[in-house]
């Protein structure tokens, strides 16, 4: 099953969908033009049911197979959404809205679970039911989540489910995933450092809130460098420092910080969020200050299950036969890991090529990587639901 020959005849219409969703980026849930315009596509297409205002704003196809001898449902999801960036790519279907951007390639996802839906529903060479899930929302929002609490999983009875993320840097049509954690869970962090402000000339009468906070700064690195196992993933960043004082002669008040906290495992996630409020409290208390922590966990770590995940790298290597099955984690997070906590799957990587990293305001998306990823998406259903 190399790259299906429909998808090279139907390229030109999927990159005109592809490029015309670039044009008009739409932010987290406020996608409203986008789902229309995939929902009226669906419907186009003659998918048995299509369902809007899922998770708030995602969209929801299903296709049926000739037969449904099996019983068995295999979800596909793409993601929708842009981000606030200025884009700087100089393409001539470059974005019509200042300060937003497909920078991520979410346009080029949408546009491949499309042509793959397009084409199952021609072919409908399967047996069982496909249901493909467009999301909103996952550029920070937690779309995933929402769409799963809104019933999606248990509403059309998916039993396994897929995605995929295009990544600059790997060929185009070159596939990567590996078993296990392939993202991290992205934690946030907010320390609140409360001191004695005065004037800078006489600290000796002050509680100094920035020496604190520098010190609580440098003792978080040792959580990653002292505390965690060396061979476990840990990122803690503290990103943002704020003072309630901009004048050059005050010691604040009151300093504030924001940060970020990156895990691949759920121990040292624990681990990780008591140890920050032990340091920042006894670091704060040792300099007179006092401390608080809000700390709030986001999106799980993205965990492709063992089986699911040697299903996907055997429809990659029939696509393109160039397949990376253990490849590096990365420590950025990805909300489809809501959709695997509720059942087993894989998420997988497809190459895009050597261009600028996503969240750049040059990146975009290949276009060449379309008949690829519409391929791994279609040969998906068709491996895991063959015809009877």
């Known amino acids: 099953m190399p790259v299906k020959n429909r998808f090279a005849e139907l390229l030109p219409e999927i990159t005109a969908w592809r490029r015309d969703f670039h044009e008009h980026p739409e932010l987290l849930f406020d996608v409203h033009r986008t789902a229309a315009r995939v929902a009226d596509l669906l419907r186009a297409f003659g998918c048995d049911e299509v369902v809007t205002g899922i998770g708030r704003t995602g969209v929801v196809g299903v296709i049926k197979g000739k037969t449904d001898t099996s019983g068995r449902v295999v979800g596909l999801r793409a993601d929708m959404d842009a981000l606030p960036i200025i884009e700087q790519t100089g393409v001539p279907y470059a974005s019509k809205t200042p300060g937003k951007m497909h920078a991520c390639g979410h346009d080029g996802h949408t546009a491949m679970l499309l042509g793959a839906a397009k084409y199952l529903c021609e072919t409908r060479n399967f047996d069982g039911t496909t249901v493909v899930i467009f999301q909103p929302a996952e550029e920070g929002g937690g779309g995933g989540r929402e769409m799963v609490a ?13 995605g995929m993320h295009n990544m600059p840097g790997i060929p185009v049509g070159h596939f990567a995933i590996r078993k296990g954690a392939l993202m991290a869970a992205a934690d946030q962090f907010e320390i609140t450092v409360t001191g004695k402000g005065g004037h800078a000339a006489k600290p000796h009468d002050c509680v ?18 002292r505390n965690v196992d060396p061979l476990k993933q840990v990122v803690v960043s503290v990103c943002t420092v704020e003072t309630d004082s901009t004048a050059h002669n005050v010691i604040p008040q009151v300093v504030k910080m924001k940060g970020t906290v990156r895990t691949m495992d759920h121990a040292v996630q624990d681990f990780v969020e008591r140890r920050i409020s032990e340091i920042v409290s006894g670091t704060a208390m040792a300099l007179g200050a006092t401390a608080a922590v809000a700390y709030s966990r986001g999106y799980p770590v993205t965990i492709n299950a063992e089986a699911n995940t040697d299903y996907a790298v055997e429809v990659a290597r029939q696509v393109s036969g160039q397949v990376d099955p253990d490849t590096a984690p990365l420590m950025g997070a990805e909300d489809f890991s809501f959709m695997l906590n509720e059942r087993p799957g894989a998420y997988i990587f497809v190459g895009n090529g050597d261009t600028a990293m ?15 990823g519409a391929s791994w998406y279609a040969g998906m259903v068709e491996a895991r639901m063959p015809a009877a």
């Open 150 to 162: 809104d019933g999606m999983m248990d509403r059309w009875g998916i039993q396994e489910v897929y």
């Open 208 to 225: 100094d809130t920035t020496v604190v906070a520098a010190h609580i700064i440098v003792a978080l690195q040792t959580i990653a460098s």
């Open 358 to 372: 996503v969240h750049h305001p040059a990146y975009n998306f290949d276009d060449n990587v379309i008949p690829f």
